[in-house]
């Protein structure tokens, strides 16, 4: 089945200590995103590729950086991660970007900071 | 600018009973709707996806409707069951760029 695969599913690091969050799809999407989502919030977007065109929301902090290799693969680095930066961090893709293309997701990663 | 909003934030409910969950926006202009699953630690679980042109959508237990002139949203459950425990959210495509603007969800709990 064509899906959205996100790994690990939890990861714990230190603080401080750079983490990076695995995003692949079997969909052949064009976009992919990375959205944090924060206990008993909604989810945020953080950023989105465009093919290889990178996209940075405006209030996403400089200590979140975004990678895509290849149509398939995307990653979320953290530099230095802070307590305030666990969450659970989604990955989505869609065919297309614009309003009118469904975004598809991921199971996510919850990341803890210790 | 649009926002989302769900309310109630939380509902308690007893096992068996048709239930109606609240998804309201700002902005009618939308391209279509989309409502979640999400269970605790978990990721996001699509449910249904209503595009603008409809005014309904129905999978299994689940109907969502959609009225845009009012901004509203409305997810009925029929026949509830401890399963569907979970926190259900709304999103809308924002309309001039590639995201999804998302309420902050209602935390349904079916009690057996």
């Known amino acids: 089945d064509a899906m959205v695969i996100q790994n690990p599913r939890y990861q714990v690091t230190q603080f401080g200590k750079p983490v990076t969050l695995s995003c692949s799809q079997t969909?052949?999407?064009?976009?992919m995103y990375w959205y944090q989502q924060k206990s008993s919030q909604a989810p945020k977007l953080l950023f989105h590729?465009?093919?290889?065109?990178?996209?940075n929301e405006a209030d996403t902090p400089d200590n979140f950086q975004s990678r895509r290799p290849n149509t398939s693969f995307c990653f979320l680095d953290i530099r230095s991660p802070g307590l305030g930066d666990a969450a659970m961090y989604l990955c989505?893709?869609?065919?297309?970007?614009?309003?009118?293309?469904?975004?598809?997701f991921g199971p996510g990663t919850r990341l803890t900071v210790t | 600018k649009q926002e989302v909003t769900q309310i109630p934030a939380a509902l308690s409910v007893p096992e068996g009973e048709n239930l109606v969950l609240n998804c309201s926006f700002t902005?009618?202009?939308?391209?279509?709707l989309q409502w979640f699953r999400q269970d605790p630690g978990k990721g996001l679980t699509s449910l249904l996806l209503?595009?603008?042109?409809?005014r309904e959508q129905t999978s299994g237990r689940l109907n969502a409707s959609l009225d845009k002139s009012s901004g509203r949203s409305t997810l009925y459950i029929a026949a509830s069951q401890p399963g569907d425990s979970a926190t259900y959210l709304c999103?809308?495509?924002?309309?001039?760029?590639?995201?999804?603007?998302f309420g902050s969800g209602t935390r349904l709990s079916i009690r057996p």
């Open positions: 209503i595009q603008s042109s409809q």
């Open positions: 590729y465009y093919d290889k065109d990178f996209n």
């Open positions: 969909l052949n999407h064009n976009v």
């Open positions: 989505a893709t869609s065919a297309s970007r614009g309003p009118s293309y469904e975004q598809y």
């Open positions: 902005d009618s202009a939308i391209y279509n």
């Open positions: 999103a809308v495509p924002y309309s001039s760029a590639s995201k999804i603007i």
